[in-house]
């Protein structure tokens, strides 16, 4: 299979994952015909066919570059998974970062294969599709039972609005009903960016507060809020004012997370209100995933 092709291929365990990380960390160190840093990013060119192409920027501190490296780390990653699951779960900082790093390094792998070998036009929707293949497998392997579902809401006669959730989780030995989402059902929005997306993430947990007749735990989950901006710098796609305009005078999510946290989340009032993924799976998801 060409790495294209496998690029394109949903995943199904970590260890496809893996497989494919180690296909693109290899590819990479061949191709790479520029290596700039900015900002703590690394913004990588390749030539190819005489065509320059530029690979998003990459996060020096949480992508692991090394093909043995990420073997490394990934063994580790799968050892900390069950500790994670486990009631007497007693995780250090340094695997917090595992977490994140592992996670992203994954994610990111997928990233730049497209940027160097898929088309523009096709490449957002199979890197977005991947982030979500790669979110409900470490859930899966959390021991936690989740699923991807439409919510057809009605707004006359004859037409429906097709709410589709990435993932709603329940709570632990409870049953779930495949047409509804119950009160203590939680919705997880999975998106590579929120650039574009914050809005509807918050218009939907407003409709389906609506049409299910009571409120709906929502949180989301984003990759990073960074772009290339030219061949040498970059931006952030955060709109933090935006962000808290929705949080105050339409609804408050339970949560949101980025595996690479962008630097407005320090900040205050948003680091009240923006984490890094790591938190989610080690810490929060247990509470907002109880009965």
């Known amino acids: 299979m060409t790495l294209l092709d496998d690029l394109k291929n949903e995943k199904k365990t970590l260890d496809d994952f893996r497989t494919l990380s180690l296909r693109v960390l290899g590819h990479l160190k061949n191709v790479i015909s520029l290596e700039l840093e900015y900002k703590g990013y690394n913004l990588y060119s390749a030539e190819s066919a005489g ?9 020096r501190i ?5 093909p043995a490296e990420f073997e490394k780390k990934f063994i580790e990653y799968l050892k900390v998974l069950p500790v994670i ?3 007497n779960k007693e995780l250090t ?4 970062h595992l977490i994140d790093s592992v996670t992203y390094t994954m994610q990111q792998a997928v990233g730049i294969g497209f940027d160097l070998l898929g088309e523009s036009n096709s490449a957002r929707k199979h890197v977005g599709n991947r ?5 409900r497998i470490i859930l899966t392997e959390l021991g936690i039972t989740n699923r991807k579902m439409i919510l057809k809401i009605p707004y006359s006669k004859n037409e429906v609005y097709r709410c589709e959730t990435d993932v709603v989780i329940t709570p632990i030995n409870q049953n779930f009903d495949a047409n509804t989402i119950a009160e203590n059902e939680l919705v997880v929005s999975l998106k590579t960016t929120s650039k574009d997306r914050m809005s509807k993430i918050f218009i939907d947990k407003l409709l389906m ?3 299910l007749k009571h409120d709906v735990k929502m949180i989301a989950i984003f990759l990073n809020d960074v772009q290339r901006k030219n061949p040498d710098k970059i931006s952030y796609t955060l709109v933090s004012n935006l962000f808290l305009v929705y949080t105050k005078f339409l609804a408050r999510l339970q949560g949101v997370y980025f595996v690479d946290l962008p630097p407005k989340a320090l900040e205050r009032p948003f680091n009240k209100l923006i984490f890094p993924f790591s938190k989610f799976i080690i810490e929060d998801i247990w509470k907002l995933n109880n009965p």
């Open 51 to 59: 065509q320059t192409r530029n690979v998003r920027p990459i996060n």
């Open 62 to 66: 949480l992508f692991i570059d090394s």
């Open 85 to 87: 699951s486990s009631d």
């Open 93 to 96: 900082k340094d695997k917090y």
């Open 131 to 135: 982030f979500e293949d790669l979110i």
């Open 209 to 211: 507060k609506k049409f």
